[in-house]
């Protein structure tokens, strides 16, 4: 029977795929022209939708419990990967097949998540609950401030969306996004197994790092 870590890290794959296959199906609704049909009526947005829904309710919270958090990060990568690969393919969008650049980048993001699978740490990642709420809750503080900063300068001052700040401070956006969503699945999951106790105290704590969670996950991909 394979390590946790080893299920988990396929578990994570497999998340990554349901999502870069949701994001193109939404792409493909918007190409197709379904933003002007009725909500029912427009299925490939709502299978989408799907594939993203079952990767955070039900890949992602599998995940998060029995593979170490800093061995996930990295794994995000790969969302990028499937989505480029299955572009070039054809099937779900209009053909778009890579440029030299992208497939070296390609490249690069598979050899640093085959590095970081083989040689990272591979226990259950879930260190002792106090020191870690304490972590989650200064790196979640930090992030969601500067995010919500950043909505409100480009709000007020109106930073052009084809500008070189607006793409590099939304970027930064979309990463504390999703920073502050692994650490709270991460949070949520390790609080739900491990946690002794069945008082409100661990209740209200689960709550209160599910909101962020799932506030920052549509965010991320608005970003």
Same mark, same amino acid.
């Given at each position: 029977?394979p ?5 988990g ?6 998340? @990554?795929?349901?999502?870069a ?9 918007? #190409? ?8 029912w ?10 594939l993203?829904?079952? $990767?955070?309710?039900a890949? #992602?919270?599998? =995940?998060y ?10 794994? =995000?990568?790969? !969302?990028i990967?499937? +989505? %480029?690969?299955?572009?070039a393919?054809?099937l779900l969008?209009?053909?778009e097949?890579? !440029? ?10 598979? =050899?640093?998540?085959?590095? *970081?699978?083989v ?5 259950d990642?879930?260190p002792?609950?106090?020191?870690? !709420?304490t !972590?989650?809750? @200064?790196?979640t &503080?930090? +992030?969601?401030?500067? %995010?919500?900063?950043w909505? *409100?300068?480009?709000? *007020?001052?109106?930073?052009s ?6 793409t ?9 996004c999703?920073?502050?969503?692994q *650490?709270a699945i991460?949070?949520?999951c ?6 002794p106790?069945q008082?409100?105290?661990? @209740? ?9 969670? &799932? ?5 991320q991909?608005? $970003?």
């Amino acid at each position: 029977m394979p390590e946790p870590y080893v299920f988990g890290i396929m578990m994570i794959i497999c998340g @990554c795929f349901s999502s870069a296959a949701g994001m193109l199906l939404m792409k493909l609704s918007s #190409d197709v022209g379904e933003h002007e049909q009725p909500l029912w009526r427009r299925w490939r947005w709502g299978l989408g939708f799907l594939l993203l829904v079952v $990767n955070a309710t039900a890949i #992602d919270l599998i =995940a998060y419990g029995i593979t170490p958090l800093s061995l996930i990060a990295p794994f =995000a990568g790969l !969302t990028i990967v499937f +989505s %480029t690969l299955i572009a070039a393919t054809g099937l779900l969008t209009e053909r778009e097949l890579p !440029t030299p650049r992208s497939f070296v980048a390609t490249l690069l993001v598979l =050899a640093g998540v085959t590095i *970081v699978s083989v040689f990272g740490p591979h226990g259950d990642g879930s260190p002792e609950i106090p020191r870690m !709420t304490t !972590t989650s809750v @200064c790196f979640t &503080a930090g +992030s969601f401030g500067y %995010t919500l900063g950043w909505l *409100v300068v480009s709000k *007020v001052f109106r930073v052009s969306p084809g500008s070189a700040a607006y793409t590099l401070c939304s970027s930064l956006a979309s990463a504390c996004c999703g920073m502050i969503t692994q *650490v709270a699945i991460k949070q949520v999951c390790v609080l739900s197994s491990g946690f002794p106790g069945q008082g409100p105290r661990r @209740c209200q704590t689960i709550h209160a790092f599910a909101l962020p969670a &799932a506030l920052c996950r549509p965010a991320q991909t608005r $970003n």
